[in-house]
């Protein structure tokens, strides 16, 4: 099973910028799909983004333009690179692995997740 850990949530104004990361241990990560998910308090979790073990990534139509998703296997760690954050992007951040290389597919291991707060 995989273990995941996010790291680099935070506050910060609308405009500005965060960068989460996700580091995974127990399996080879480089052979599953990765996503990040969004829970924003009273709401259902949601997809945000997502990449296959090959490279290619998916996004909510909300986010497109701003986050990107990327991945390092030889350091077994994802990230998302959030831009021009706004007030509505507010929710935990969780990264979660697919058990699988490609999408869609089923969610396999979730990690505890990371706050994230835009708010002047």
């Known amino acids: 099973q995989v273990q995941l850990v996010e790291s680099g949530g935070g506050s910060v104004q609308p405009g500005g910028s965060l960068r989460l990361s996700c580091a995974a241990s127990?399996?080879?990560?480089?052979?599953?799909?990765m996503g990040w998910y969004r829970q924003a308090p009273g709401k259902q979790r949601e997809l945000v983004a997502s990449i296959t073990s090959g490279g290619s990534t998916n996004y909510k139509d909300s986010v497109k333009g701003r986050f990107t998703i990327s991945r390092d296997n030889a350091k077994n760690t994802v990230y998302l690179q959030m831009n021009s954050l706004k007030p509505e992007d507010t929710a935990v951040y969780y990264c979660?692995?697919?058990?699988?290389?490609?999408?869609?597919?089923?969610?396999?291991?979730w990690g505890r997740g990371t706050q994230v707060t835009v708010s002047s």
């Open positions: 979660a692995s697919y058990l699988g290389p490609y999408l869609p597919n089923k969610v396999g291991s």
């Open positions: 127990g399996s080879i990560f480089s052979t599953y799909a």
